[in-house]
């Protein structure tokens, strides 16, 4: 388990701390209202993952097993649309960062998670990678992957929320976001090319 969880963090690294909704929603308000104000929407933005996460990973079990061919097919296209993401955050711009930002609240943080497709995605191709088919351990296999994902996510968006001031400063110049996209872009295209094999 302990090769799995460290496979799992390098996996979600550059999803979870790289530009992107919610990483922008925590820097926007964490730079504007500071890392406190921050804290109910983390708060229910990562309980609203776990759970979904539990969902999406128990139903990928019974999909897998009713479907077992399926799981290749998912590993392997999985791994491609991880390389596209990487080619796109390499190519990325600047984040602009026109929204002006509000007090978020716990909802805040729930509906954020509900309506952000992105995760979804990141959730599916994570089960799809790191969900063992041992019939006896696949629920353990979920709540510790959902854990995992959870967490790391918490921490990432507690991150961004710190020092959302700075990482905005970085994203008002086009050569400092595009040092920032080429390397979480770069470690992307690396998890890319270790789930194709």
Known sequence: MIEITIALIIFLFPLAYSPGPGNMFFAAN??????????????????ATWLVTVVI??????????????????????????LWLAWKLIRAGRYDGQGEAKPATFWDGVVLLLLNPKAYIIMALMFSQFLSMDGGLQIANVLAISTIFTLNNCIAFSIWAAVGDTIADKFRTDEGARRL????????AAVAVWMFF
């Open 30 to 47: 964490g730079a504007r209202f500071g890392f406190a104000a921050t804290v109910p929407s983390n708060i229910g933005y990562h309980i």
């Open 57 to 82: 990973g128990l139903g990928m079990i019974t999909a897998l097993n009713d479907y077992p061919n399926a799981f290749f097919a998912l590993k392997i296209s999985g791994a491609a649309y991880v």
């Open 181 to 188: 996209n080429l390397m979480f872009g770069t470690i992307l």
